[in-house]
Nanobody
């Protein structure tokens, strides 16, 4: 079982910024896995928001967050982050980190709430 721990969420007004983080403290193969941030809003399925390659750190984003979110990783520390700016109410949700491919062992997530 892989332990994934998210942190850093909170409540901000529209236009604000937040940085959320994830750590996989005991996962020795972290650097080998493409990682991703997922978001789940109330009553909806969890969906992919951003991902980052294990090979070259190349990021990918869904269209609605391009230019506003920045995903990064530190393989030395087994951590990943998502810097979010110009937040919108529709960014509200619980954010989870996990593998891009075959995600499993979901953590508790971190709540991000953006008020209008």
């Amino acid at each position: 079982q892989v332990q994934l721990v998210e942190s850093g969420g909170g409540m901000v007004e529209a236009g604000g910024s937040l940085r959320i983080s994830c750590i996989a403290p005991e996962f020795s193969h972290f650097r080998l896995r493409a990682m991703a941030w997922y978001r789940q809003t109330q009553g909806k399925n969890r969906c992919l928001v951003a991902s980052i390659s294990s090979l070259d750190g190349a990021p990918k984003y869904i269209d609605s967050v391009k230019g506003r979110f920045n995903i990064s990783r530190d393989d030395e520390k087994n951590t990943m982050a998502l810097q979010m700016i110009s937040l919108r109410p529709e960014d509200t949700g619980v954010y989870y980190c996990n593998f891009l491919n075959l995600p499993r062992d979901w953590g508790q997530g971190t709540q991000v709430t953006v008020s209008s």
